[in-house]
């Protein structure tokens, strides 16, 4: 009877030793932090990289301001203290894909940038492949530049020699026919009307003065028989003034 007590307190005390192993088991397995998934890497926290065709070491940092969604790119050239930033604005929120994988947006914005070789001389907006269809909104636009870009000052036209002025033969002048005065045309008569004869004004006729004659003078005698009656005054005149 004893043996039999003694076998079975050890197996009542192996079930009870094993069951508490496997709790205690359970316990460290929930405290054990679980595996995540990797994380994207996201465009706030690490800038994006990347050189120029002229080999200009360039990084792109984002940041928001209000509404918008800034952008700066800074660069450093080949020589020492030559260094260029610009800036850019715009709402990528806008666009959906953007808001699934923002920093595949300015990947591709970098990927155009890369071509150049100064990364803020380039286009006024950047349209990325995975927002191309939103409007212009969506996308970054250039704000500003730090130094600014060089504009290329209009070339001064090239004055052509001037060539010798020919004087214009001057036109003789035209020489206008003088009025010709109307000549005033005969009144036709009318019908059953006679025709008016025009008044005529006699023109004074030169008077020439007589001398007087005397009766009873020896002159006027004279002319009365030798003189036709016509000329009896004249006639006395001049036998008067050659017996005088």
Not at 174 to 187: E, I, R
Not at 214 to 233: N, V
Request: with cysteine; net charge positive.
């Amino acid at each position: 009877m004893r043996t039999r007590l003694r076998l079975l307190l050890l197996l009542v005390t192996a079930v009870c030793v094993s069951h508490a192993q496997t709790n205690n088991n359970n316990v460290n397995e929930s405290r054990q932090p679980q595996a995540q998934p990797p994380q994207q890497r996201s465009v706030w926290d690490e800038p994006i990289r990347f050189s120029t065709k002229a080999k200009d070491s360039c990084t792109m940092v984002v940041s928001g301001a209000g509404e918008y969604t800034r952008l700066r790119v800074s660069c450093k050239g080949q020589t020492p203290g030559q260094s260029y930033y610009c800036d850019f604005q715009g709402k990528p929120n806008l666009c959906r894909p953007y808001n699934l994988n923002p920093r595949h947006y300015f990947t591709q914005m970098m990927w155009d940038l890369r071509k150049l070789s100064n990364a803020c001389q380039g286009q006024k907006v950047y349209r990325p492949a995975m927002c191309k269809k939103y409007p212009d909104e969506a996308h970054m636009t250039y704000l500003s530049a730090y130094p600014k870009p060089a504009t290329a000052k209009p070339s001064k036209p090239v004055q052509e020699p001037r060539k010798p002025v020919v004087p214009a033969v001057q036109p003789k002048p035209v020489t206008t026919p003088k009025p010709v005065k109307p000549q005033p045309q005969p009144v036709r008569p009318q019908p059953g009307k006679a025709p008016q004869p025009k008044k005529t004004t006699p023109k004074p006729g030169k008077t020439t003065t007589r001398p007087t004659e005397q009766p009873d003078s020896k002159a006027s005698r004279m002319a009365t028989e030798y003189c036709w009656r016509s000329f009896h005054g004249i006639c006395t005149y001049f036998i008067g003034w050659f017996q005088n």
